[in-house]
């Protein structure tokens, strides 16, 4: 399975977009960018996932570069409580999912 | 939709003695159930995969004999911590695939505490 690294830290003002970056250079053409956010002491939530194009839902917006070596995940408008760790993974059809060290992202009042 | 529930959400329990945890999806039928561990301030790591009717896989270095899992449907999955010591004190979380998809929903986590 592909590795991901991602910063290990972020800070972002409250109301503003958060942007997080993922690299996924050894990503193989049919692997899935994955990501998912885990709040304290919970289970990770989904937010959102893709393959090439990009991609939007309600939570959030995936960027996938052309090549899909990197990836950015950008929370529009961030609040206080999208404060979390968030994991980029990258899943082959086994659909196992290898979790990689994360980014924490703080929002700040 | 897609909503996985844990039980229970902490547990302690004496050294020695067996814990059992229930993985369940209660608005669909999940093919994969997936258990997991995390330690304080570290990332999730896989410990096995389960299908329904079959038996676990477990990721390299997961005792087997330790860690029984058991998926006996397509909506439960139980985690059986065997004679459990001080050093299985985690965050154990489970998670689901639906059938004919990709995603994994994640349930609460249970926090396992051994004295």
């Known amino acids: 399975d592909a590795k991901t690294t991602q910063p290990p830290s972020m800070d972002c003002a409250e109301g503003r977009a958060a942007n997080l970056p993922c690299n996924h250079s050894t990503i193989s053409g049919n692997e899935y960018v994955y990501w998912y956010r885990q709040i304290h002491s919970q289970g990770p939530q989904y937010i959102i996932h893709g393959l090439k194009n990009n991609e939007t839902n309600e939570m959030a917006s995936l960027i996938i570069t052309e090549d899909r070596k990197s990836s950015t995940l950008i929370l529009p408008h961030a609040t206080l409580r999208d404060t979390a760790v968030y994991y980029c993974?990258?899943?082959?059809?086994?659909?196992?999912?290898?979790f990689g060290t994360g980014t924490r992202l703080k929002v700040l009042a | 939709g897609a909503v996985v529930s844990q039980h229970p959400s902490w547990v302690i329990c004496k050294s020695g003695t067996s814990v059992k945890i229930e993985c369940r999806s209660l608005?669909?039928?999940?093919?994969?159930m997936f258990w997991y561990r995390q330690f304080p301030k570290q990332s999730l790591m896989l410990m096995a995969t389960s299908n329904e009717g079959s038996k676990a896989t477990y990721e390299q270095g997961v005792e087997k004999d330790k860690f029984l899992i058991n998926h006996a449907s397509l909506t439960l999955s139980t985690l059986t911590v065997t004679s459990a010591h001080p050093e299985d004190s985690s965050f154990y979380i489970c998670?689901?695939?639906?059938?004919?998809?990709?995603?994994?929903?994640f349930g609460p986590g249970t926090r396992l505490t051994v004295t």
């Open positions: 998670s689901a695939r639906r059938t004919a998809a990709y995603e994994q929903y």
């Open positions: 993974i990258v899943r082959l059809g086994t659909y196992k999912y290898i």
């Open positions: 608005d669909f039928q999940a093919t994969t």
